[in-house]
């Protein structure tokens, strides 16, 4: 496998390099009023300017936390995960900035294999990329353009070219998430210990809680997921808070250095009785940002996988953190296919190849052929002539590496799995991804 720079596990990082209006800057007050359309569409305000004048600790009426929770959780993480990327991309700031890392590996593991599309994500999430644009004329403009042509992957329609596959068929260990033991009182009050967090943990609306659900302190959330996964967030550690009246914000502190900020993620992992020493850690800092960021994989068989903990530090503490609180147990040997029937399974509709990461040539073209200024229409399309052939752009990708490792794969019931998968690599540097498990033990049934 070619070694590739560490930028490419990072999901941010490849939204960045794949983004065709990344050279666009966006007009004053843009960001601005997206993240207040975002913020009124999450709370369900109807007046998006109301929510922008509503920010600040003075004008915001408190809020019950949890019981939004239950009711707009997953609507409320899908706005703001829209609103951060358009800010991450396109909004200024140190985000776009110069970034630095470090690294403390616990051995160099093989990056994770996905079997989630990296191209088209926002769609599967349920917020396509037309709904995105429709709350802003400007992003819709950023935006506009055909999608096979901005994104060349994406349409589905591929060719695949293969030669000198094994042929030779086998099994491979699969692994699972354990959530029900490490669901108790014991190890959430463990985490919110180390973060600092006061109170009893409590279940309410279908997660774990500590501290006020109000917004007014620190608060850690630990949902009931098949990886029981958790949240912490602490607003008075918040860096880019300001004053209701302030005329101008600007962060506060200096960033820790990027060493603090793996020994406070380490230690938190620590803290929950796992092992710390089986994940492989890494930090950065953005120039101009307050805090320093870092994140820790866990390794199984060499291998990362793709449930990632995350924290960030700011000079006075940690801000937020996030990551899975299940640890992973072995569920035996699966039989797996060769690669030669994984290469086949690209093109099986069973399976669909997922392309995982986007070829460098094609980010490039993306980018180089995307408008950088958008030029309103003067007239219709012209009107197509009898005869005239239909456009049916297909990908011709040839495949040059194959890659056995572990993908996470998510049952009907919400159990989490880590699953044998095959990771091809073609020629331009993207990667595909499809389940290596038999068919014999692949439950085809319609839920």
């Known amino acids: 496998m070619n070694d590739r720079h560490d930028d490419e596990l990072d999901p941010v990082e490849r939204l960045r390099a794949a983004d065709p209006a990344a050279e666009v800057e966006p007009r004053a007050g843009f960001a601005d009023e997206v993240v207040a359309q975002a913020t009124a569409e999450a709370t369900g305000a109807s007046d998006p300017a109301a929510a922008a004048d509503a920010e600040g600790p003075a004008a915001a009426p408190v809020t019950d936390l949890a019981a939004e929770r239950a009711r707009r959780r997953n609507r409320w993480l ?60 400007e992003l819709g403009k950023m935006s506009t353009g055909p999608t096979d042509r901005l994104l060349p992957y994406a349409s589905g329609r591929n060719v695949f070219h293969a030669s000198g596959l094994s042929t030779e068929a086998g099994s491979a260990a699969a692994y699972a998430y354990d959530a029900r033991t490490a669901s108790n009182a014991e190890t959430v009050g463990a985490l919110a210990a180390a973060l600092g967090v006061s109170g009893t943990p409590e279940l309410q609306d279908g997660g774990w809680v500590v501290g006020p659900q109000d917004g007014t302190a620190a608060s850690l959330w630990v949902g009931l997921d098949g990886t029981l996964s958790f949240s912490y967030w602490d607003p008075q550690r918040n860096p880019w808070q300001c004053a209701p009246d302030a005329g101008a914000c600007e962060p506060s502190g200096s960033a820790p250095g990027e060493a603090a900020a793996v020994d406070a993620l380490r230690s938190l992992i620590s803290a929950t009785g796992r092992d710390a020493g089986g994940f492989e850690l890494e930090a950065q800092t953005s120039e101009g940002s307050p805090t320093t960021s870092a994140q820790a994989w866990r390794v199984i068989d060499g291998q990362r996988t793709d449930q990632a903990w995350y924290l960030e530090l700011a000079e006075d503490g940690i801000v937020n953190a996030s990551g899975s609180l299940a640890d992973v147990v072995r569920l035996g040997d699966y039989p797996i296919v060769s690669e030669q029937e994984a290469f086949e399974r690209l093109s099986d509709p069973r399976f ?35 005869g005239t052939a239909l456009s049916w752009p297909v990908n011709d990708v040839e495949l040059v590496e194959a890659r056995l490792g572990l993908a996470t794969h998510w049952q009907p019931d919400g159990s989490v799995l880590l699953v044998p998968a095959y990771e091809f690599t073609d020629a331009a540097g993207g990667t595909w991804s499809v389940i290596a498990v038999s068919d014999a033990k692949l439950d085809f049934s319609a839920e």
């Open 352 to 386: 669909g190849a997922q392309v995982t990461a986007m070829p460098f040539a094609a980010r490039e073209s993306a980018v180089a052929d995307a408008p950088t200024e958008y030029v309103a229409p003067t007239e219709p399309p012209a009107t197509p002539t009898d």
């Open 78 to 137: 899908t706005a703001a995960a829209v609103a951060a990327s358009v800010l991450i991309i396109g909004g200024g700031g140190y985000a776009l900035g110069a970034t630095t890392g470090s690294t403390d590996l616990a051995g160099g593991a093989a990056p994770p294999i996905s079997l989630q599309s990296g191209v088209g994500a926002a769609t599967e999430q349920g917020m396509p990329q037309t709904d995105a644009a429709a709350g802003s004329p």
